[in-house]
């Protein structure tokens, strides 16, 4: 019994370590490389700031382009773009899968 309980922690540790800087948490942070934009709108939380600074930076994103590029699940990728349509910051075009956001003309 204590061989397979070795075994299996010895796998699991050895998957952490893998995964190691691929997989992130979706309440973790976005990469250091996404820093928001300096001067974003007043009143936008951090991430909402970031995603963006995103879209400003490749002028047209799909929610799987944000979900991919932070490493965000789909509700809150969809909740950060929301928070900045609804503002008045991005708009939405294209319709179910084909949907995509860009800057507020």
Not at 68 to 92: K, M, N, V
């Given at each position: 019994m204590c061989r397979i309980g070795e075994l299996l922690a010895r796998g699991v540790a050895g998957l952490a370590a893998q995964n190691a800087g691929t997989a992130r948490g979706a309440h973790e942070a976005a990469p250091a490389a996404s820093e928001p934009d300096p001067n974003p709108p007043e009143g936008?939380?951090?991430?909402?700031?970031?995603?963006?600074?995103?879209?400003?930076?490749?002028?047209?994103?799909?929610?799987?382009?944000?979900?991919?590029?932070?490493?965000?699940?789909?509700?809150?990728?969809?909740?950060?773009?929301?928070?900045?349509?609804?503002?008045?910051?991005?708009?939405?075009?294209?319709?179910?899968?084909?949907?995509?956001?860009?800057?507020?003309?």
């Open positions: 936008l939380s951090k991430d909402a700031a970031v995603v963006f600074g995103f879209i400003a930076d490749v002028r047209e994103v799909s929610p799987a382009d944000v979900r991919d590029r932070f490493g965000l699940s789909r509700a809150t990728a969809y909740r950060r773009l929301r928070e900045l349509e609804d503002r008045g910051l991005i708009q939405r075009g294209g319709q179910s899968r084909a949907v995509k956001y860009t800057l507020a003309a």
